[in-house]
């Protein structure tokens, strides 16, 4: 049974986080030198994950994707996405990656029941790549990608797009991910919780994205059929797909049906919300499913949202939050919440 909040927007997409923890350190998501992290018994066990995947699918959700943090990182996580693959309701199973990890996991997520991937990748330039991730190897991702690829993964790649860093490349991209066979995604840098070092001048906006493409690939055709969705989708001459994610400039708060439920089980109504509400407590109490759902039915139906709008009202932007306000509540952060 479908519910709606204040703005008429049902719930039907859950975004996952199963680690709060990451391999990587992208500059736009997490620059600082050391994070606290949320304590580990504080993890909602498979079990609980399963069982509030079973309470949203029987309020309508019928999306799930597994994030973080870097999911991959979760020990088991193959497991995982078999209990979510066989909850009745849920349609379509995603997980957003980094991919270091992915090439020996790909093909047990696919036989899980995993439907589709994205892998977040913003350069094919390997120092590049290691600059922007400090820690990371552009070649794993891409031996990740291409074993996604190999099992036969439904595959899209999430860019975000950095002005001065890789706003050069993004027809490269564009043309990699055809060779894929994958949409490239590109998005608006986004002042999220965690980028610290966030500013509207490093904001590729989206018709200077579209307009680096045209220039590399020639006019892009808007696609119809949109609905819900947060990208934006075009093709191009040779009937190559891409998509512009346009969160930052011209965000879409008006349809979004997103909600989020962290690692430690505090369920986000919103990317920029700073207050969750806290399922695990609820479930380790042992409240029923019966209660658990009447708890999200009246959250969801108080739901006011508009976070990425609201942020377009504010006169001097700049990031959300200050690096000390983030240590002292690691649930602001985007890799906490599940980007
Ligand atoms: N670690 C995984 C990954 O990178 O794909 C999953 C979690 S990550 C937080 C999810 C997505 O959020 C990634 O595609 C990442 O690029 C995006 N993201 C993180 N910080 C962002 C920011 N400041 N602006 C826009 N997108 C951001
Ligand atoms: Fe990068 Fe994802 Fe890790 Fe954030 S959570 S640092 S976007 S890999
Ligand atoms: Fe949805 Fe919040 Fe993002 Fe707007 S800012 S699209 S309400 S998650």
Known sequence: MGIVDRYDRPLRSLRISVTDRCN???????PEGSY???????????????????????????????TGGEPLLRVGLVSLVAIIARTAGITDLALTTNGALLSSQAAALCAAGLGRIAVS????????????????????????IDAACSAGLPLKINTVVIRGFNDGELGDLVERGREWGAEVRFIEFMDVGGATQWSMSDVLAREEILAKVEACLGKARPLPGRGAAPAER???????????????TAPFCGTCDRARVTADGHWFHCLYASQGIDLRAALRDGRSADELAAMIRSGWRQRTDRGAEERLRVAARGPLFPADALRDNPHLEMHTKGG
Do not use: N, Q
Request: aromatic residues 10%.
């Open 24 to 30: 990587l350190r992208c500059g736009y998501c997490m």
């Open 36 to 66: 606290r992290w949320l304590p580990r018994p504080d993890l909602l066990t498979f079990e609980e994950i399963g069982a509030l995947a079973e309470v949203f699918a029987g309020l309508g959700v019928t999306k799930i994707r597994l």
């Open 121 to 144: 990748l913003d350069t094919l330039d390997a120092a590049k790549f290691r600059e922007l991730t400090r820690t990371g190897d552009l070649h794993e991702t891409v031996a990740g």
């Open 234 to 248: 075009f093709e191009l001459p040779d009937g190559t797909r891409f998509g512009v994610i346009a969160s930052t």
